[in-house]
């Protein structure tokens, strides 16, 4: 059976021939002139759609085939297009977008969504991404209706890496859930979707500002008022992630007096009184790490070195235990360490750049760390991302509930795609097994079956590019139950070269560490499938989606959160008595106070072709005011003739040769955090910043004009205002402000359908930047006022 996944499909001059080779096609003119561009991009498919517009496929415009005989796929990146009148009326949509790219900007890590460059014209924001072509992770587990325990085990230790590296920068993702998961070509995890990121900064800081997903958060940002420990929020999500993964469905979603999960405060109640409860497959190791996740008490919740060290990922023990300093070096060491695909039963090489990844692992069988010599060959620069916010939902009926079918493509949270989409598999899986009661047993092998056949038939096309080329460190043997990897020697060796001084993971001893004896796969499984079927037809699967946002009614609050809310309210003190609404509109409202480092140059032409505006760094100087400007927003390609609008500096193109595979570049000042017990470090740079802060509100209280009582110019006035800007923001960060209302940031700034926020919204109408000042007399002001004032802060000698 052919496969022709239109979502990847490249129309950069491939054709695809009967006999499954691909050739390289010469380009006409007259299609050439079809292409839309981007920059230096021509934009192909609709890989997705999200509340900033669409993200679209693409690949360079001027890439050429070096070699005669073989073809080289150009390297294709996902473009996230931002209409920049979409954003300009909403403070809240240019924060995501700043947070996003400036987090992603410091994260290089193989699991975390790359950040190419963010491009520019006077219509829209590119955000340009590593192309993640194994699609979005939550339909992968819905093809598989749940994954097996080794392979969620292999993705599992694969999140936790990529969380504990964002930590580890003093970063939480705090928007953690199966939707802001992708995979990679070789079936690995990718993180994206970093609106929501925000920086912990020190020991235990808590936060104030919940986010992201009903489904995902912590019970303790929606039954407290109190701030949050936010990496313990994001190790909530990991939890609930796992749950899904291993069983199918999300938890805590049976509550007979909430069917509905309408009622998010009833939720989070049930899920504090409630012991988790697991499907019968899912066996007691992995159970028990679940049991140490969800805890509801976030003092109680393992951390992530505990977990790290739980025994369901001895098998990963090696992977897990390289440390984020290590990835940060093996990344500027020019070498590329990369995740090596499960093995399919079609071969073990990687499938073509091209192609999806999608249809899923048959066999599981490797985890091993991989050179991935194509990466060498690509001069990469540095990470994408994605922003979330999630719209308020609407009530959605059942029927649309149960859907596994969306709509559109269009991403939207309100049905959160995810938790409908398997529920649907649930739901199915429970009809099935209704009208085939007496013959459970044979009824779920014969699905199995036939699954396997539909993703055999859905496999793409095998094809290796010459560049895919991989070399696996060391042929894998196993000594595990799950099958898992385990690094060996001659792995370590290999390793160990490409991590050059004294790079070396700090413990390779996970080949002695996992031989604890546990059920050997098969057994597991068939274990699994006797109890499944010993507890059918009676076993009462819970629906799959406790939590949905399109499953909101309109009192989507229960009263005694909302009750929380209001006496917070009551007991704010003057200075901080600014209403949520007030607060949600500021740009510096809970951004990180790591230096801005995004270049957004003004553009003075209504028709300017898109410029780079990202630097990949924090040091990387502002682009020079008189950058090139070309005729072209989308553009339909009009030939060579077109010169793309591409702002380097000398030092930037050098950096972005040197190297590859991140955004990580020597010269970056955001320090690793590293743990010393159980808790981060805070970075010392980050220290260094809050005692200026402090030291210049002190100063500013002394004398508001910058000069000290003896009538002298202060001295560190020359710190400028723009270390005062970021000082105003951070110092928000930490005012001994109550949260603030949770759901608030759930949901969309402008969604009609949010009574809520339409009246915030019309209080919301932005004025001219030099008189906008919120009640805490910082400064608010538009998406280009806010870059630029990353510029003016960038540019302090
Ligand atoms: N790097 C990528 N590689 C492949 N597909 C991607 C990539 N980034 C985004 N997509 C696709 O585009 C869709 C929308 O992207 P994204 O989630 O980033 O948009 P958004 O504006 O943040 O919207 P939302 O907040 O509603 O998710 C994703 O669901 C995914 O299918």
Known sequence: MSYTNKRHTYYGGITND????????????????????????ILGSTLGEGEFGKVKL??????????????????????KLIKRDTISNNYKKEVKIYREINALKHLSHPNIVKLEEVLQNSRYIGIVLEYACGGEFYKYIQKKRRLKETNACRLFSQLVSGVYYIHSKGLVHRDLKLEN?????????????????NEFCSRNELMKTSCGSPCYAAPELVISAEPYEARKADIWSCGVILYAMLAGYLPWDDDSNNPEGSDIGRLYNYINSTPLKFPDYILPIPRDLLRRILVPDPKKRMNLKQIKKHEWLNSHFSFLSITPDEWDKLHNTQSVFRLGKPRTRYGSRPQSSCSTSSIGSRNDKRDSLIIDSTLLSFPAPPQESQDHIITRPASIASDQRLSPIRRSNRHNRSNSAASVALQAVVNADREYALSHEQSLSSAQNIRQITVGNITAGLSPPQVVAPSDFIIETTPIKRNTFSGSHIISNQEKESLSKIQTGKIKPNSMKGSQ??????????????????LHQSSSPFHTKPRPTSYHPGSYTTPFLSSNVLSIYEINDKTKSNASSQTLNQRETSPFDSTPYLAPDTCITSCSSIESSPKLITQGSFSVAKPSVDLQSASGDLIKYKGDAEVATRIYDEKYKQRRKSLRYSGIFSDISCDTVTEETDDLKVPESLVQQREDRKFIEKTKVESPSGKNSNGSQNAHAPVKKNAIISTERSLNETDPVKKRFSFFSLYSYDT??????????SKRKPSPPSQRRTKKGRKSCNFRDFFDYSLEYINVP
């Not at 050739?23 to 079809?34: D, H, L, M």
């Not at 998961?181 to 990121?197: C, P, Q, R, S, Y």
């Not at 560490?513 to 006797?530: D, G, I, V």
């Not at 009609?752 to 919204?761: I, N």
């Open 18 to 41: 009967s006999s499954g080779t691909f050739q390289y096609s010469q380009r006409t003119n007259e299609q050439r002139r079809k292409h839309v561009t981007f920059g230096p991009y």
């Open 58 to 79: 693409g690949w360079p415009k001027n890439f050429s085939n070096s070699s005669a005989t073989t073809f080289e796929f150009p390297k294709q990146v996902a473009v």
């Open 181 to 197: 998961l992708l995979l990679d070509k070789n079936e690995n995890l990718v993180i994206t979707d970093f609106g929501f990121v």
């Open 513 to 530: 560490n996992h031989q604890y004896n546990k059920p050997k796969t098969q057994n597991s499984l068939k274990s699994t499938k006797n």
């Open 752 to 761: 009609p359908k949010s009574s809520l926020y339409s009246s915030m919204d």
